[in-house]
């Protein structure tokens, strides 16, 4: 499969990958950004089931 043709969420993390390392971030530091990064797209998720949509 190639890229182009790849879903959203492989394209995304390809661009995120890519970006960590051209920008040499440690991979604790990756690590722990994506940790919070879960944990407010989990919370953005919850309030959206609510029916609160936030961006």
């Known amino acids: ?3 182009s043709t790849a879903p959203d969420h492989v394209k995304l993390a390809v661009d995120l990958i890519e970006l960590l390392e051209k920008n040499a971030i440690s991979n604790k ?9 879960v944990k407010d797209i989990h919370r953005k998720l919850q309030l959206e089931a609510k029916g609160n949509v936030e961006y």
């Open 29 to 37: 530091v990756a690590e722990q950004a994506l940790e919070l990064v």
């Open 1 to 3: 499969m190639s890229l």
